[in-house]
Structures are given as structure tokens and as C-alpha cells.
């Protein structure tokens, strides 16, 4: 059965750090790219940063880059998301999701459409 399971959310003061994991089951984690989102309470889900099959191609929504690193082992079939100087903007429910429609892709693409397996996803809040 395949699966995604976020976890590593929870409340954080502004100014923190938090590591969200990906653990996924049920399919071959080398052959496909790994995005993460976040969906805010009366927001559209968002892309946050995504990574290709291999790992050599990352991209980040602006909001995050150079706060956010993404990163996958696929040996242990996870993908991680490093989050550093969090702030209360960043407060969200964190999604990942696999990309089966291009296997084996060179790129990925920070685009929920893109798509189509999703985990249940981990709240983050960033609050004092």
C-alpha cells in the first residue's frame, strides 16, 4: 500500500527551527520527485520547496529560500525539510506528496497540481 507520513509539526517560538520528515512506503522513493506543502487555515495549499528523484535538482517558493533545505535519503525512503528562522507566517499544516507523473524526472515542480499522493500532514505553529 503506498504511503506518506509526515511527521516532526508542532508549536515553535519565532525565530526557531524544525525538522519535518517524510516517510514513505508501498513504492520504489528513487524513481520519483518529493514536494512539500502547506496549507493555511482559509488559504490555498502552497507549494514550499521540492526535490527530483535523484536529489540533484531542488527548488524553493521564494517565502522560504534560504530558510528551508529539502533533502532525501532514499536508502531509508525519506525526505526530509529542515525549517530555520521560522516565523508566524510560516504557521501551516506540511504536506508532502509524490510525483508519479514524471518518473525519473531531472526537475521537480513546487506545484500541487503536479501531484497526486499526498500524506495526512503535520501541523507546524509558529507562535510566541
Known amino acids: 500500500q503506498l504511503r506518506l507520513v509526515e511527521s516532526g509539526g508542532g508549536l515553535v517560538q519565532p525565530g526557531g527551527s524544525l525538522r519535518l520528515s517524510c516517510a514513505v512506503s508501498g513504492f520504489t522513493l528513487d524513481y520519483y520527485a518529493i514536494g512539500w506543502f502547506r496549507q493555511a487555515p482559509g488559504k490555498e495549499r502552497e507549494g514550499v520547496s521540492c526535490?527530483?528523484?535523484?536529489?540533484?535538482?531542488?527548488d524553493y517558493a521564494d517565502s522560504v529560500k534560504g530558510r528551508f533545505t529539502i533533502s532525501r535519503d532514499n536508502a531509508k525512503n525519506m525526505v526530509y525539510l529542515q525549517m530555520n528562522s521560522l516565523n508566524p507566517e510560516d504557521t501551516a499544516v506540511y504536506y508532502c506528496?509524490?510525483?508519479?507523473?514524471?518518473?525519473?524526472?531531472?526537475?521537480?515542480?513546487?506545484?500541487?497540481?503536479?501531484?497526486?499522493?499526498w500524506g495526512q500532514g503535520t501541523q507546524v505553529t509558529v507562535s510566541s
Open positions: 506528496a509524490a510525483d508519479f507523473r514524471h518518473a525519473r524526472s531531472s526537475v521537480c515542480f513546487v506545484k500541487p497540481a503536479e501531484y497526486e499522493h
Open positions: 526535490i527530483s528523484s535523484s536529489g540533484r535538482s531542488t
